[in-house]
C-alpha cells in the first residue's frame, strides 16, 4: 500500500526566501506524481503533475523534481510571496487514476511579510 | 472554461438521515474521483469512475456509502443514515484519463 509522507509540517520564512519542500513516497511503482496547494477553506488547485518517465517540471518560480528510485519528489519555490502561503499537498498515483491519489498530510507553509 | 462544481457546497445534517452531494466534472473529462478530507486528516480516496465503466467500490469506507455516474457525466455520492463520523469535506475531482485531477470547491458536510 502506498504512502505519501511530506517534512516538514509546518514551514514559516521571511518574504524573498527560496525553500524546498519535500515528499516521500513507500513505493515507487508511480505513474506520476502530483503537487497542490490548498488555502484554507477551499479546494485543491493543481500546480505540477511529473510523469513518471520524467524528472522534473517547472511552472513559473515553481520546479518540481521526482527521483523514483529513492522515493522522493521535491517542490522548490523561488523568490517566496506572501501570496504562497498556503499548504502544500504531494499526492501519488499508483494505479492509472483506478487507486485514485495517495496524498501526504501536507507542508503548511507561512511567507511572512 | 467551467472548472469542477459541486452542490451544495455546505451541508447540516442529523444523524441517521441520508444525505446526497453532487458532482459535474469538467466537460469532456473521461475520469471522475470522490475523496474526503477530514478534519485534522489528510485526504481519503473513495471511489473512481472510468466512463460509463462500473466503478470499484472497495474504498467506500461502509456499506452506507454509494456512488453512481449518469450518463458519463454528473456523478451523486450518497451517504445513508449519516453518522457523526462521515463529518467531512468531501471533493470530487476529474481528469482526462490518467492525467492532471483538477479538484471541484468541496462539500462540507456536517452530522449532528
Known amino acids: 500500500k502506498q504512502e505519501v509522507t511530506q517534512i516538514p509540517a509546518a514551514l514559516s520564512v521571511p518574504e524573498g526566501e527560496n525553500l524546498v519542500l519535500n515528499c516521500s513516497f513507500t513505493?515507487?511503482?508511480?505513474?506520476?506524481l502530483q503537487w497542490f496547494r490548498q488555502d484554507p477553506g477551499k479546494g485543491l488547485t493543481s500546480l505540477l503533475l511529473?510523469?513518471?518517465?520524467?524528472r522534473e517540471q517547472t511552472s513559473g518560480r515553481l520546479n518540481a523534481s521526482l527521483d523514483k528510485s529513492s522515493g522522493r519528489s521535491t517542490l522548490y519555490i523561488a523568490a517566496s510571496q506572501p501570496g504562497d502561503s498556503a499548504t502544500y499537498l504531494c499526492a501519488a498515483d499508483s494505479g492509472g487514476g483506478a487507486d485514485g491519489l495517495t496524498f501526504g498530510k501536507g507542508t503548511h507553509l507561512i511567507i511572512q511579510p | 472554461g467551467a472548472g469542477v462544481s459541486q452542490s451544495p457546497s455546505n451541508k447540516v445534517t442529523e444523524k441517521g438521515k441520508d444525505v446526497e452531494l453532487r458532482c459535474d466534472p469538467i466537460s469532456g473529462h473521461t475520469a471522475l474521483y470522490w475523496y474526503r478530507q477530514s478534519l485534522g486528516q489528510g485526504l481519503e480516496f473513495l471511489i473512481y469512475?472510468?466512463?460509463?465503466?462500473?466503478?470499484?467500490k472497495s474504498g467506500l469506507p461502509s456499506d452506507r456509502f454509494s456512488a453512481e455516474r449518469t450518463g458519463g457525466s454528473v456523478s451523486t455520492l450518497t451517504i445513508q443514515r449519516t453518522q457523526q463520523e462521515d463529518s467531512a469535506v468531501y471533493f470530487c475531482?476529474?481528469?482526462?484519463?490518467?492525467?492532471?485531477?483538477?479538484f471541484g470547491p468541496g462539500t462540507r458536510l456536517t452530522v449532528l
Open positions: 475531482a476529474s481528469s482526462f484519463g490518467g492525467d492532471t485531477q483538477y
Open positions: 511529473i510523469q513518471s518517465s520524467q
Open positions: 513505493d515507487s511503482a508511480i505513474y506520476n
Open positions: 469512475f472510468q466512463g460509463n465503466s462500473a466503478p470499484d
